[in-house]
């Protein structure tokens, strides 16, 4: 089993544990996920706090959409790829 291809039914599971875990709040702006399921009819998201890592309770935190965008920015910010590599997907 490889760290990057957990099967989907594991993920759901940390995700609900990562939920309870957070009082299904989005972990930086604090909304709730009932707030955020009326406002735009989806649920909060399951973030992993180390990009490509395995999808773990300690390793996962609850954001909403726009933090978890965010977080990518500023994660892409500190942490510039190197020129010669480009993403080939
Ligand atoms: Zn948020």
Do not use: F, W
């Not at 989907?8 to 930086?28: G, K, N, P, S, T």
């Not at 773990?56 to 726009?66: D, F, H, Y």
Request: charged fraction near 35%; hydrophobic fraction near 25%.
């Amino acid at each position: 089993m490889t760290a990057t291809h957990q099967p989907v039914c594991e993920i759901r599971q940390v995700r609900a544990a990562v939920l309870e875990r957070d009082d299904y709040r989005c972990v930086r702006c604090g909304v709730t996920n009932e707030q955020y399921k009326a406002v735009y009819d989806r649920q909060l998201e399951l973030r992993r706090r180390k990009p490509g890592s395995e999808y773990t309770l300690g390793g996962c935190e609850i954001v909403c959409r726009a933090c978890n965008v965010q977080l990518s920015r500023s994660e892409a910010r500190r942490k510039p790829e190197p020129l010669a590599k480009k993403r080939e997907k």
